[in-house]
């Protein structure tokens, strides 16, 4: 009998950590995604450890030279978090131009006001999902979603939204998940194969994945002028 019960509460420990540490309550639906990232919003970036090198070499400068010659650039961050995209680009002095930081953290986006205060000028936080973007067709020279595809309530409706409010021609700034991490998430994502095939379904072009995290890649692409 203890076997079993030890046997059960190790099984239920496994479930617990795969709903709330592993995937973050995306399988619990939106409500509880929100209310672990306010919980865990003023720890956020402490736990990530995030490089300032890192990510100016591999999304601040990138990023900015793609939108050279735009100084009136308009870019959305797709679940911004706590800003570290804004500020990695704002940190690049050939960017002149402003970001737009979506997200559905409240908790989050208080983070991000206060990382962005120095940018305040050039940055308006929205406190809005992804399910449906509150912009025109075609309105960003960028639109960039990191480390947040496959936490949203319906990925595939939100990487739909996110090309509609792409200008044709400018550039998409994304992330597929990849290697033994991916397995976690069933239906939520797919292989680098079907990831990229989906982005030319949706119009994309010149899709360029590069390595990134041992469990992320960054995906580049473009909308197609036609």
């Known amino acids: 009998m203890l076997w079993w019960l030890l046997g059960g ?3 239920l420990a496994a479930l617990l950590y795969w709903q709330f540490i592993l995937t973050e309550g995306v399988y619990l639906g939106r409500r509880m995604v929100v209310w672990l990232y306010d919980l865990g919003a003023k720890t956020y970036d402490g736990v990530k450890d995030y490089d300032a090198d890192d990510e100016a070499y591999y999304l601040g400068e990138p990023l900015a030279g793609r939108l050279a010659g735009q100084p009136q650039a308009r870019v959305l961050d797709v679940a911004t978090g706590t800003g570290r995209l804004p500020l990695a680009l704002f940190q690049q002095p050939p960017f002149q131009g402003v970001v737009v930081g ?16 120095d940018y305040w000028e050039r940055v308006a936080l929205i406190h809005h999902d992804a399910t449906r973007l509150p912009f025109p067709d075609d309105y960003f020279d960028a639109v960039t979603c990191l480390e947040a595809l496959e936490f949203l309530p319906d990925p595939f409706t939100s990487l739909t939204e996110v090309v509609r409010v792409l200008k044709p021609g400018a550039t998409l700034l994304i992330t597929n998940r990849v290697g033994l991490d991916r397995l976690f998430f069933p239906r939520r994502t797919t292989s680098t194969t079907a990831f990229i095939h989906h982005l030319t379904s949706l119009g994309l072009t010149d899709i360029q994945p590069q390595t990134w995290m041992t469990y992320y890649d960054l995906v580049w692409a473009v909308k197609s002028n036609q």
């Open 102 to 117: 979506l997200d559905a953290s409240k908790g989050m986006l208080e983070q991000a006001s206060a990382k962005l205060a």
């Open 9 to 11: 509460l190790a099984l």
